[in-house]
């Protein structure tokens, strides 16, 4: 089906004609069209116009509605104050555009796909080998798989990419210590539940850690076990593969308890970029972007100075000829520019990482692997904070568990939905209780502007009330039900009855999914996104108080057109909750 013109763009058109015929000489002016509180919409543009052309402004705006064709889109447009218009679109108009968006059977709601997609590479979700996950891989998971969502459905070909810390000094302390303990990981990995396999890996380096720290000849074993991985060592690199594959079980137990699809062809660690690492600092080398300072590789930078004043430099290569991650993530930025072919990078990464960022994209800058064509962007996220306003550690000051949070999200979600339910059974509250509260997390994390700080409130996050996705979700499950108690009475479009105020702005919210979507995708703003559904299920709840749709019963048009309005609000709360990873029970 072929994408739905939105209500703005329509009044926009007309206007911009409008201005044309009114003002040959000022070529395609801008309206400057916007929502407002005063009409439907409110065009700013002629007052800057006028100030160019030293005309009159007000006289310049009744020149314009004397232009203007509105036929059935427009009821009413009137010149204010200085000479801002106000137009008040027809209700035919928006029953009409509400009707085509409900028709398109592919589930876009008239969401029109991007004109040019182009490759998005998105870094995200970036956990560490042999390390439990803990509250601050959260943001980066949850940001970056709701990007992943909005930037596909817009159409664009998006690549992901799972970071994962799997390479480093750790690993020959870990390997040399599993080679003179062979028993330690003596399982059948297919048996062992993803929490299982961590908490080995886990035991297996406090044992390691401890080892390394009492006995220096150990100390001696475990830094030459480095050297040997580094090498390629056959024996080492199969020993360091089994700890890599105990973490990815683990890694998909909890992004599946996040509700989360990682892929294992998406995750390329730090080691997936070796065979570049000498290469990378050759080219940086010879194009003299980097030099060599003290013995180490290193890159300088103007603006960038310590608090002594010295230039503070981009470590390439260390002294001793090991790389750092400036290498691996220059040399990830080559293979994502020269074999993906990607013309955006997102990496979604915590903000106090921004500097070290800043220094890499500026140097594949300088290098020419960055240009005016292949833009990097670090979308950078604050700190999960507890409700004290400091970051979130438990009560002995450790950093919380990624699946003990989940858990304790999924049993107080739980307990509300046994609160309300009435018809549903264990196995269904618990199937809910988790969908409730996995998306409860979510959504106080994309309520926020990825770069603030937020604090964790459970009680606050499953709650009926408020800006939460418990509340969305419980207005989907309401309609749900509306639509099953109306019997014979099915959804359907009336466009010549009047609408009542809260018809009206319900239905020119509606009207705003796709540029919202758009928008959203556009800036990785999921923060759009959430906030436009919550304003979408506080406009239902006020219709619904307002407009009786089963009892008492209207006549059957207007029964048949609210049904629609409700249908429709329903299948806009699905769809946006989906481009945010949340689920929308039909029942609570």
């Known amino acids: 089906m072929a994408s739905v013109t939105s209500l703005s763009d329509s009044v926009h058109q007309r206007l911009a004609a409008a201005l044309s015929a009114a003002l040959p000489q000022a070529g395609s002016?801008?309206?400057?069209?916007?929502?407002s509180d005063r009409a439907d919409f409110q065009a700013n543009g002629i007052l800057a116009l006028a100030k160019k052309e030293k005309a009159?402004?007000?006289?310049?705006?009744?020149r314009v509605v004397a232009q203007v064709e509105s036929g059935e889109l427009l009821r009413d447009i009137e010149v204010s104050g200085p000479g801002f218009l106000n137009i008040t679109v027809s209700d035919r108009a928006i029953t009409e555009n509400l009707?085509?968006?409900?028709?398109d059977d592919t589930g876009r709601l008239g969401v029109p796909p991007a004109e040019h997609p182009g490759t998005t590479v998105i870094d995200y979700a970036q956990p560490n080998v042999a390390k439990e996950m803990h509250v601050g891989h959260l943001r980066s998971a949850v940001i970056g798989d709701a990007v992943v969502q909005l930037l596909e459905f817009t159409g664009e070909n998006v690549v992901r990419r799972h970071h994962i810390g799997d390479w480093g000094t750790q690993f020959g302390m870990l390997i040399q210590y599993l080679d003179e303990h062979p028993h330690e990981l003596d399982h059948d990995s297919a048996e062992v539940s993803g929490e299982e396999a961590m908490s080995n890996l886990d035991r297996l380096y406090k044992a390691s850690r401890k080892l390394f720290d009492s006995d220096e000849e150990f100390k001696t074993r475990a830094r030459r076990r480095v050297v040997d991985l580094q090498a390629g060592d056959e024996k080492t690199l199969a020993m360091w593969q089994k700890f890599v594959d105990e973490s990815k079980i683990y890694f998909f137990s909890v992004f599946e308890k996040l509700d989360m699809e990682i892929r294992d062809a998406d995750i390329v660690g730090e080691s997936g970029y070796n065979d570049m690492l000498a290469e990378t600092c050759r080219l940086l080398e010879e194009s003299g972007v980097a030099v060599r300072?003290?013995?180490?590789?290193c890159v300088f930078f103007d603006d960038i100075k310590g608090p002594d004043g010295k230039p503070v430099p981009l470590i390439v290569q260390k002294s001793d000829g090991g790389y750092g991650y400036a290498a691996t993530d220059l040399s990830a930025i080559r293979d994502r520019v020269f074999n993906l072919k990607a013309d955006s990078l997102i990496y979604v990464v915590d903000a106090r990482q921004s500097l070290h960022f800043k220094m890499v994209f500026e140097t594949a800058?300088?290098?020419?692997?960055l240009n005016d064509d292949v833009k990097a962007y670090q979308l950078a996220f604050g700190t999960v904070l507890g409700k004290d306003g400091k970051p979130f550690k438990t009560r002995e000051g450790e950093t919380v568990r990624l699946v003990d949070?989940?858990?304790?999200?999924i049993d107080r979600a739980s307990a509300v939905v046994r609160e309300k339910a009435q018809d549903l059974s264990e196995e269904e509250i618990a199937e809910r209780g988790a969908q409730v509260g996995v998306g409860a997390v979510k959504y106080a994390d994309l309520s926020t502007s990825a770069n603030r700080d937020y604090k964790f409130d459970l009680d606050q996050m499953v709650s009926l009330n408020g800006d939460t996705s418990v509340y969305l979700q419980y207005a989907?499950?309401?309609?749900q039900s509306i639509l099953r108690k109306a019997g014979e009475v099915r959804p359907a479009a009336h466009p010549e009855l009047e609408l009542h105020a809260a018809e009206r702005a319900l239905g020119l919210h509606l009207d705003a999914f796709a540029e919202t979507v758009t928008e959203a995708a556009r800036e990785y703003a999921p923060h759009k996104m959430t906030a436009y559904l919550y304003q979408l299920a506080s406009l239902y709840t006020t219709f619904y108080d307002k407009c009786p749709v089963i009892k008492p019963q209207p006549p059957q048009d207007i029964a048949e057109n609210r049904l629609f309005l409700c249908d429709i609000t329903a299948r806009t709360l699905h769809r946006g909750m989906s481009l945010l990873g949340i689920r929308t029970p039909e029942r609570l």
């Open 56 to 62: 009159n402004p007000r006289e310049l705006a009744t």
């Open 405 to 409: 949070l989940l858990d304790e999200a």
């Open 476 to 479: 989907y499950a309401r309609i």
């Open 293 to 297: 300072s003290e013995g180490a590789l």
């Open 29 to 35: 002016a801008d309206p400057l069209l916007r929502r």
């Open 99 to 103: 009707s085509a968006r409900y028709a």
């Open 365 to 369: 800058r300088k290098a020419g692997w």
